[in-house]
């Protein structure tokens, strides 16, 4: 039996799609204006040793599957298409005679691209996770790519979590200050006050706040290329002597009393058991009165499973975890922390993904040139899968505010919020 005809045995109605083989067999519609290649026995090997999504980005991450007709920089089109594809299981009749056709060559999982971080279960023989030492090697692995590469992606701010946009033709570079501004006015910045900014990225939450709000900041990353970059930054825009960038794990974060803290995109790294240290930690360097704004990713709902998909943890965000945001509440509530408002932005995190992807298309032949076209395409499927789960509700982002009262109850809080709508 060909490739293509036992695929084809396997879906259900008609493909979205053309699919061809390197055997020379195709199925699907002639006319269709996506067409899946598959290119060699390595991509089929990816496939059958590895159904789903890791299978799948396996096979296009090394190049051995392509899609005609989508763009690798933004393939959205593309995973909307293929999001109609329906397979169906083999029923236990069914099994052998695949399994026989396929053979037992095709059954033996070839080495993973390169690109690939060793999965969950082998990382756990090397140390416990979110350990210090685990949690700096996921970092690096996601975020020590190259300062170079973010520029070309993420655009001049450099800012790489979910923007804000006043209105939806807006300007990524408008959303992300506009994000800043957002963050700045709900913790109650006024020139004078001192603002904790962990995981501060490239620094632009720290940048931002200095120069419109007047306030002195310590911004800490445990990725040594974003501190290098931030501080740069940081000297060049001669904020010197407001803006302190530090290389190190949040849980070292210096000082206490700060009159905020801002958390933006660093809780999905810090793991679901470890948020009561967290909170904790946090609330344990404001002074009464002090707010804490944390920005993060987030489940539509409490209940499912917080690690990542297979190609999530092995190609983008190792070790990534993400619950609902009534588990961040409940969390930052038991350590003493009053929640005062919270608000859910999943609609501007899929038109952040869409600009980044844009931009990603636009520069592809330098991103290629920097990064290689594995991780290039790594990242146009990542953002571009994202987008889609964000759109569809698989996703959420929420921002979270809370505040140290004081010992007598007062949260120096407003009757009404001063940040508007």
């Known amino acids: 039996m060909k490739i293509a005809q036992l695929v084809q045995a396997l879906t259900e109605?008609?493909?979205?799609?053309?699919?061809?083989?390197?055997d020379g067999s195709s199925f699907g519609s002639a006319d269709s204006q996506l067409r899946m290649t598959l290119k060699n026995e390595r991509g089929l090997r990816y496939l059958v040793t590895a159904p789903g999504d890791l299978g799948l980005a396996r096979a296009y991450v090394s190049g051995d599957l392509d899609i005609a007709g989508a763009d690798p920089g933004d393939p959205y089109d593309a995973l909307k298409t293929l999001g109609e594809w329906r397979f169906r299981r083999p029923s236990v009749a069914e099994l052998?005679?695949?399994?026989?056709?396929?053979?037992?060559?095709?059954?033996?999982?070839?080495?993973?691209?390169?690109?690939?971080?060793?999965?969950?279960?082998?990382?756990n023989l090397e140390g416990l996770r979110h350990s210090r030492t685990r949690d700096a090697h996921a970092?690096?692995?996601?975020?020590?790519?190259?300062?170079?590469?973010?520029?070309?992606?993420?655009?001049p701010s450099m800012a790489y979590t979910c923007a804000v946009f006043p209105k939806a033709d807006a300007s990524l570079e408008e959303a992300q200050e506009e994000k800043f501004d957002l963050v700045a006015r709900k913790l109650g910045l006024t020139a004078g006050m001192r603002l904790l900014d962990v995981g501060c990225g490239w620094g632009g939450m720290a940048r931002f706040a200095a120069k419109n709000y007047g306030v002195k900041v310590v911004g800490v990353t445990l990725s040594e290329q974003q501190a290098s970059w931030a501080a740069a930054a940081t000297e060049r825009e001669g904020l010197g002597g407001q803006v302190t960038i530090l290389h190190s794990d949040y849980r070292d974060s210096p000082g206490s009393g700060y009159d905020a803290v801002s958390s933006i995109g660093l809780l999905e790294h810090v793991g679901v058991r470890n948020y009561p240290a967290y909170f904790s930690y946090l609330q344990g360097k404001l002074r009464p009165g002090g707010r804490l704004l944390n920005h993060?990713?987030?489940?539509?709902?409490?209940?499912?499973a917080s690690t990542a998909g297979h190609f999530i943890d092995r190609?983008?965000?190792?070790?990534?975890?993400?619950?609902?945001?009534?588990?961040?509440?409940?969390?930052?509530?038991?350590?003493?922390?009053?929640?005062?408002?919270?608000?859910?932005?999943?609609?501007?995190?899929?038109?952040?993904?869409?600009?980044?992807?844009?931009?990603?298309s636009r520069n592809w032949d330098a991103c290629v040139a920097e990064v290689g076209e594995p991780v290039a395409r790594i990242w146009g499927l990542y953002m571009a899968g994202s987008r889609l789960a964000f759109e569809m509700n698989g996703i959420q982002l929420h921002q979270v505010l809370a505040v140290r009262v004081h010992d007598n109850g007062d949260a120096a809080f407003p009757l009404r919020p001063t940040w508007g709508s």
């Open 13 to 22: 109605g008609e493909p979205p799609l053309r699919f061809e083989a390197y």
């Open 96 to 123: 052998p005679p695949l399994l026989k056709e396929l053979g037992v060559k095709r059954l033996v999982p070839p080495p993973p691209p390169e690109q690939e971080t060793m999965p969950r279960w082998r990382r």
């Open 139 to 155: 970092i690096s692995k996601h975020y020590d790519v190259s300062n170079a590469f973010y520029e070309l992606v993420l655009g």
């Open 296 to 304: 993060c990713i987030t489940r539509p709902d409490n209940k499912q």
């Open 315 to 360: 190609y983008v965000f190792p070790d990534g975890e993400l619950t609902g945001s009534g588990r961040i509440i409940t969390e930052a509530q038991n350590v003493g922390l009053e929640v005062r408002h919270e608000e859910n932005l999943r609609e501007h995190y899929a038109l952040t993904l869409k600009h980044w992807c844009q931009n990603l």
